[in-house]
């Protein structure tokens, strides 16, 4: 029998468009899940971080108040580029009447009535949104100049870290011989930053950059015959950055003041957070809000409400 040419038909099978396409789909979802995951990973490893630095400085200020007996002043960073409409528009830093050459912080001084009715709330409107009635008792430069004495000698008495013997009223005896040496060891957990060492405008931000803020504000009422006293959760005082943004308008007893830790309270230190923003409006634009987040919101409550969302906040008395 005669058999015919035998032809080869097989050959080897590449890959079909679709095929391709749907490798190419698997590949990304797993990229995607992949990044997903980091990011996760990485928020929550930031948190801890701020959670930790938060506690770390909480120390630090107690540190300080057992040294000298009262805690550090609450200075006036007046940082208008940063935080628009702020009360105090000049530099954190004055002339020495007394020591031409030299200079002192200005802060907040509880020996001075206007300055005491402000640490109280007296004129803070936290239900409105315009940059000047917004809750500025906070400051970004107490914890550089009192936890790490961060400036110079012309202001606390030492050239470098360190810093001589600090007065209730936030200036340094410079002249005198004990020295204290930083309460809180920046280069672990953070880092100093000098805006404009001169100036006085030097902060404390984590390793990422978050920044920091140190509230402190005087429980009562700001003025009338009951001034001084506590006859409403309302008289606290508590700034509004440690409440919920919808219990933000000044006739709100918040939810928040119920709580125990709050009765005695008289400062607080509270990071942004990975967001690295505090979602505070008026001290922080909605703008600037909604550009740290990366997406739009409709309403201010919605902005703070997302910008607080990842804040890590140590209250103490």
């Known amino acids: 029998m005669i058999h015919g040419p035998h032809i080869q038909t097989s050959r080897s099978r590449g890959f079909t468009l679709m095929e391709l396409l749907v490798t190419l789909l698997v590949i990304a979802l797993l990229i995607g899940l992949l990044l997903v995951g980091f990011n996760h990973v990485q928020k929550t490893a930031r948190t801890t971080a701020s959670q930790q630095d938060v506690v770390g400085i909480r120390i630090a200020v107690e540190q300080f108040r057992s040294d000298f007996?009262?805690?550090?002043?609450?200075?006036?960073?007046?940082?208008?580029?940063?935080?628009?409409?702020?009360?105090?528009?000049?530099?954190?830093?004055?002339?020495?009447?007394?020591?031409?050459?030299?200079?002192?912080?200005?802060?907040?001084?509880?020996?001075?009535?206007?300055?005491?009715?402000?640490?109280?709330?007296?004129?803070?409107?936290?239900?409105?949104?315009?940059?000047?009635?917004?809750?500025?008792?906070?400051?970004?430069?107490?914890?550089?100049?009192?936890?790490?004495?961060?400036?110079?000698?012309?202001?606390?008495?030492?050239?470098?870290?360190?810093?001589?013997?600090?007065?209730?009223?936030?200036?340094?005896?410079?002249?005198?011989?004990?020295?204290?040496?930083?309460?809180?060891?920046?280069?672990?957990?953070?880092?100093?930053?000098?805006?404009?060492?001169?100036?006085?405008r030097v902060s404390l931000v984590d390793r990422f950059g978050t920044p920091y803020r140190y509230y402190r504000w005087e429980q009562g009422r700001a003025s009338g015959s009951q001034m001084g006293q506590i006859v409403e959760l309302r008289d606290l005082n508590v700034p509004k950055i440690l409440g919920a943004p919808e219990n933000d308008a000044p006739d709100d007893d918040e939810p928040a003041l119920s709580n125990p830790e709050f009765r005695n309270a008289a400062y607080a230190i509270v990071s942004a957070g990975p967001n690295r923003v505090f979602g505070d409006i008026p001290t922080e634009t909605g703008d600037a809000i909604e550009q740290a987040l990366g997406r739009a919101f409709r309403t201010d409550l919605e902005r703070e409400t997302a910008g607080r969302a990842d804040n890590v906040a140590e209250v103490s008395k």
């Open 69 to 200: 007996g009262f805690l550090p002043a609450l200075v006036k960073d007046g940082n208008v580029a940063r935080y628009p409409g702020f009360p105090n528009s000049q530099d954190p830093l004055a002339d020495d009447a007394d020591e031409p050459g030299k200079f002192n912080p200005r802060v907040y001084n509880r020996a001075i009535q206007a300055d005491m009715a402000y640490l109280r709330g007296d004129g803070i409107d936290s239900s409105s949104t315009a940059a000047g009635s917004g809750d500025y008792r906070f400051s970004e430069y107490s914890l550089a100049y009192y936890l790490l004495g961060s400036l110079g000698d012309e202001t606390d008495g030492v050239v470098g870290p360190g810093f001589a013997a600090p007065r209730a009223d936030g200036s340094f005896i410079r002249r005198s011989s004990k020295r204290t040496q930083p309460l809180y060891d920046p280069g672990r957990a953070g880092t100093v930053v000098a805006e404009d060492l001169a100036a006085g």
